[in-house]
């Protein structure tokens, strides 16, 4: 097992992705229309790729979705592995660099899941 922290570089977790995992599980936050706070385990197919915005270059290396980063794994040769979201609704998406309280309340209950993915719950 192996834990990383990606943040924002997509395309290194794609260039990781290559030698291929059992399981990846990815941190974020998801805009659901849920409360703010709520925490929730996606499968990757139920994660809705961004539409593309006109005039934006098609590879933005510091702000790139899952969708974006197997799509590049995939033309790298690489293949996606089974992939969880653990995904917590934002209170906003606002720039900053804390968490609103009701994501920062959530945060033992991701913790929680992402232990009970692991141990295989």
């Known amino acids: 097992m192996e834990v990383i922290d990606v943040g924002i570089r997509g395309v290194h977790l794609a260039y990781d992705l290559l030698d291929g995992c059992d399981l990846l599980v990815l941190v974020d936050t998801a805009q659901r229309g849920v409360p703010p706070g709520t925490v929730s385990v996606l499968e990757l197919d139920a994660v809705a790729a961004p539409a593309?915005?006109?005039?934006?270059?098609?590879?933005?290396?510091?702000?790139?979705?899952?969708?974006?980063?197997?799509?590049?794994?995939?033309?790298?040769?690489?293949?996606p592995s089974r992939t969880l979201v653990v995904a917590c609704e934002p209170a906003d998406l606002d720039a900053?660099?804390?968490?609103?309280?009701?994501?920062?309340?959530?945060?033992?209950?991701?913790?929680?899941?992402?232990?009970?993915?692991?141990?295989?719950g």
């Not at 593309?52 to 980063?69: S, T």
């Open 52 to 79: 593309a915005e006109p005039g934006r270059p098609p590879l933005d290396p510091h702000g790139m979705a899952p969708r974006q980063v197997f799509d590049l794994l995939t033309r790298l040769g690489g293949s």
């Open 96 to 120: 900053g660099m804390d968490l609103s309280e009701p994501v920062r309340a959530a945060v033992p209950r991701a913790v929680r899941l992402v232990e009970d993915i692991l141990k295989g």
